[in-house]
T-cell receptor, first 117, second 118 residues
């Protein structure tokens, strides 16, 4: 596998279900990101992990719970979602450094298209 | 206020023509980066080109070039000799100088849907 992979690619779930989205990066990066892309809205940053530590949580409801067990893997645990949570969820990674400004690019996975019934 | 503005919701271009996709940005940070991504219908965001705020020359990557006009705060993407495979959504994004413990924050525009006609 190369680049950033995401599974599953499509997910349909009921509001009472619990599911998890998985992201894996094969680029040797040390920062990972979750984004939400809804119809007719710009891409929204949800969570940022750097060196496996969560460094940003953009006012995301608690029904979304991220987990980063190591620098290559990122999960998004979902529970009691709402229909408005239906969207494309994109994972990205980048090679960033703690010292100063980084110009490194974020590379994205193919996304998980989530439908909440 | 929107930090990234893409004023063209959709564009239609004939194959082999050049196309310019507009992007204006708003920041008071002297250090920032500008990115363009392509998103085909499959959903993946594909990195195209990057321009740093201190870069003296416009960035180029194959058929893609970035027309960077710093004083106007614009970073338009130019695609030369368009191909049918260029049909996709195109997003402009900005990284401001703020680094969150080594990770970066990107702000995206609304996107432009480009359709290349044969």
């Amino acid at each position: 596998e190369t680049g950033v992979t995401q599974t599953p690619r499509h997910l349909v779930m009921g509001m009472t279900n619990k599911k998890s989205l998985k992201c894996e990066q094969h680029l040797g990066h040390n920062a990972m990101y979750w984004y939400k892309q809804s119809a007719k809205k710009p891409l929204e940053l949800m969570f940022v992990y750097s060196l496996e530590e969560r460094v940003e949580n953009n006012s995301v409801p608690s029904r979304f719970s991220p987990e980063c067990p190591n620098s290559s893997h990122l999960f998004l645990h979902l529970h009691t979602l709402q229909p408005e949570d239906s969207a494309l969820y994109l994972c990205a990674s980048s090679q960033d450094r703690n010292s100063g400004i980084s110009t490194d690019t974020q590379y994205f996975g193919p996304g998980t298209r989530l439908t909440v019934l | 206020a929107q930090k990234i503005t893409q004023t063209q919701p959709g564009m239609f271009v004939q194959e082999k023509e050049a196309v310019t996709l507009d992007c204006t940005y708003d920041t008071s940070d002297p250090s920032y980066g500008l990115f363009w991504y392509k998103q085909p219908s499959s959903g993946e965001m594909i990195f195209l080109i990057y321009q740093g705020s201190y870069d003296q020359q416009n960035a180029t990557e194959g058929r893609y070039s970035l027309n960077f006009q710093k004083a106007r705060k614009s970073a338009n993407l130019v695609i030369s000799a368009s191909q049918l495979g260029d049909s996709a959504m195109y997003f402009c994004a900005m990284r401001e100088g703020t680094i969150i413990q080594g990770a970066q924050k990107l702000v995206f525009g609304q996107g432009t849907r480009l359709t290349i006609n044969p």
